[in-house]
Every structure is written in C-alpha cells, then in structure tokens.
C-alpha cells in the first residue's frame, strides 16, 4: 500500500481502515485483521510508555518503535499494510530544516513510508509544503490534536460556525499543500462528512461519524486494554479484565509442586 494507493480506493468508493501498532506484536494483529494502514501513532507515550500526554514522546523513541512495528508485518511488501509514523511534538515545529530530519531518519531508518503531523496553521503548511516537494508523503491531522492539549484539552473541536470555517480553510490548505490524506479527530460527523465530498484526498475519521472514507482507533482502546477509553472510542472487548483473569489462574497454580514428604536422610553412620 502507498499513498497514492489510500486515494484510488476513496475514488473506488472502498473503505480505509487504519489502527495503530507499537511493536512486532500489535503489528502482526492489526494486519492479520485486514487494515489497509498502520499508524505508529504517537499515542503510544500514553498506552505504551506511561506518560500523561504525548508531548513527552521523543523522535528517537518513535523511530525505534516503528522499526519494531516493521518486524511485524509479514508477507511482500504490496501485501504489507502501508506503515504511518508521527512527527512527535517538536520534531517539526521548530522550522524546516529539522522537520525535514526528522521524517528523514524515519523514512531511512523505518519501515514507515510517510508520516504524520498535526495542525494546519501558516508555519504547518510550509513544512507540509517542503517535506511533499522533498518527496516525503503526509497526512494531515486537524480537529483535536493531541500535540495541543494544553490548548485545546480532549474536547469536541468546531463546535461552532467560525472554528467550523477555520477548520475546512485549513482541511483545503492541507490538500493544497500536498498531504495524502487527512485525520480528522472528534468534529462533529456533518463537518467530516462534507469536507470528505469537498475534498479529494481521503478523510480519515476518529469520533468524526460514520461518513469519511476511511476510519483509525488506537488499537489498545478497542481491545480494552487502557484504563479509560475516549467517548467516541468504546471498547470491542474488556481486554484487561481477560488478559488478568488469565495471568492470575496461572499465578494461581505457578509455583513448586506441592512438596512430597522424603525420608529424612538416615543419619551417617558412625
Ligand atoms: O497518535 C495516534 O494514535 C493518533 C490517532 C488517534 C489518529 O494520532
């Protein structure tokens, strides 16, 4: 799968199914599952690393992940799910040269064939810009980004007309601008589903309603597996519960076998 791939089935009119993978083992489950994309997604500072937010997150780590995420994946490579790595918060803030390093090292050293960034403010647009024309392809992230939650907390964006007007100005910049695809997280479904009719790269949706032409989860909250899963998140499975009811019948038998009473030794004779 590549990008220009993920296009031809929103024209096709065929579904786009992203989840998100952090090592060899969640790879190798979400594409036994039939997805069309991996995202190694910087969520995994929260589900996998422990941190409060994904800002901690380092380029570094993102790459080492994705690269596990790559031992994963079986079969050829025009069967293997198209791989998706976050920029990480401040990998490509802080101008273009660095935004450029840094999907560089994940581009060389990963299996990832794009990666994504969040935003569509003027500064965003120039890196999309200069990473598409250096031949690095980008998805787009609007609506609640993570990256800025000291902003914007976990909240429903573009409630309202003008936040709903900026957010389709820059859905329009980023297609301009070159990305391939564009996230949209929790917006209301309407808005979702006339910037996927407005636009032609795919809309990819997260608690943005059933009309987008692809949709993505972070594959531990539908396993159940995180302690508390966002509202337009629910969980598949109680992961956890079964996952610990599991490990405790065997620490409940784990151990020595009961001991067998041996004659004690005889005493040596003398
Ligand atoms: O980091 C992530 O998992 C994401 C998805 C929620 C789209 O960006």
């Not at 040269?97 to 999907?103: E, R």
């Not at 949706?205 to 987008?212: E, F, R």
Request: charged share 20%.
């Amino acid at each position: 799968m590549r990008p220009a791939d993920l296009i031809h089935r929103k024209q096709a009119g065929l579904p786009i199914r992203m989840l998100t993978a952090w090592d060899a083992l969640s790879a190798a489950l979400v594409q036994a599952a039939g997805v069309e994309a991996v995202l190694v997604g910087d969520s995994l500072a929260m589900v996998v690393l422990g941190h409060a937010t994904t800002l901690p997150v380092t380029l570094e780590e993102m790459i080492h992940h994705t690269k596990a995420v790559g031992r994963g994946l079986g079969g050829t490579a025009s069967e293997r799910p198209m791989v998706i790595c976050d920029l990480p918060f401040l990998s490509y803030q802080c101008g273009g040269d660095l935004a450029m390093a840094a999907a560089g090292r994940v581009l060389k050293e990963t299996e990832a064939a794009a990666v994504k960034l969040e935003g569509g403010e003027a500064e965003t647009l120039q890196v999309v810009d200069r990473l598409v024309r250096t031949g690095v392809p980008v998805m787009g992230h609007l609506g609640l980004t993570p990256q800025s939650v000291h902003q914007l907390g976990y909240r429903r964006q573009a409630n309202d007309p003008i936040s709903q007007e900026r957010l389709r100005r820059q859905a329009r910049d980023l297609e301009a601008a070159g990305c391939f695809a564009l996230v949209l997280e929790h917006v209301p479904g309407p808005l979702a589903s006339s910037l996927r009719r407005q636009l032609t790269i795919p809309v990819i949706g997260i608690g943005a309603g059933d009309d987008c032409d692809g949709q993505v989860r972070v594959t531990a909250d539908l396993l159940g597996l995180t302690s508390r899963q966002p509202p337009f998140s629910p969980p598949l499975i109680d992961g956890r519960q079964l996952a610990v009811q599991a490990l405790r019948q065997w620490t409940e038998h784990a151990g020595p076998a009961a001991p067998t009473i041996r004659p004690s030794p005889a005493a040596p004779h003398c």
